[in-house]
């Protein structure tokens, strides 16, 4: 146990992380893929030449943190680098995270799989002009699976707590694949896709009062959900835990 923290706190807060990102995709499904969103030459001011996404995602983020967004180290910016400081006053999260390890951060490993992988998947191809909610849509998604991802640091730090001894060879060795086995269970994976998929169907489901309804339809195919969490957020995850680990001795 880290300070109160315990594997199944954390895996209560993953599940409960899950409705939040299937929430995220249903309501960027509900606008098309919008291309021009992602244009590289389509916003040109003074100050800043782009794309729609790349500039409001920034603009948001240095907003957010002169809000204190991130002082909570559960959330990390996609645009780091000088980000103004908080002006509110600082909260006292509990500190578990190894200090060495805390700064990790694979947010432009997320922001490729979700534009250049996982949008095309769920976006309907199309143009309807709501570039600025599409836009907002992104970003809740965006920190949904970044919020998600780096939680392997939490896990990664009470898993190590519990068992150092089993974690510190592969430590020293830097052994990386001998870590990724340790952070392996492959039944554990496949629970959790088959649930995923299951709470696409529950949530993005069409609600008719016509019982007689001969085909489901949801909002976003719940395959796409269950590889999603596959493909891309269950290892991501295991990377961070890896890295994390990697400097947990530092």
């Known amino acids: 146990m880290a300070n109160g923290v315990t594997l ?7 599940i409960r992380q899950e409705d939040t990102i299937i929430f995220s995709l249903i309501e960027r499904a509900r606008f098309p893929s919008n291309s021009p969103t992602y244009n590289e030459s389509y916003v040109s001011t003074p100050t800043f030449s782009g794309s729609l996404v790349h500039s ?13 967004r991130y002082e909570n180290p559960e959330e990390h910016p996609f645009f780091p680098d000088n980000l103004p ?14 200090p060495p390890a ?10 490729d799989m979700y534009f250049k992988k996982l949008l095309q998947l ?10 600025a909610s599409t836009v907002a849509s992104d970003l809740v998604c965006l920190q949904a699976l970044s919020r998600r991802i780096h939680y392997g640091k939490l896990v990664a730090e009470v898993k190590f707590r519990e068992s ?14 001998a870590l990724m ?14 649930r995923v998929a299951k709470k696409a169907m529950v949530f993005g489901q069409e609600v008719t009062l016509n019982n007689d309804d001969k085909k489901e339809k949801y909002k976003v195919d719940p395959s796409v ?6 493909d891309w957020i269950m290892p991501l995850t295991k990377l961070v835990q890896v890295e994390y680990l990697l400097r947990r001795l530092d």
């Open 225 to 230: 959900v269950s590889r999603l969490y596959g």
């Open 164 to 177: 150092p001894a089993e974690y510190e060879p592969a430590i020293r060795a830097k052994d990386r694949d």
């Open 181 to 194: 086995k340790l952070l392996t269970f492959e039944s554990v994976e496949e629970a959790v896709k088959k």
């Open 85 to 98: 400081p908080s002006v509110v006053p600082p909260y006292n999260f509990t500190e578990v995270l190894h």
């Open 122 to 131: 769920f976006a309907a191809r199309g143009d309807d002009g709501n570039y």
């Open 8 to 14: 199944e706190s954390l895996r209560q807060s993953l």
């Open 56 to 68: 409001v995602v920034k603009e948001t983020e240095a907003l957010q943190a002169k809000a204190g």
């Open 102 to 111: 805390a700064l990790i951060n694979i947010n432009k490993d997320i922001w």
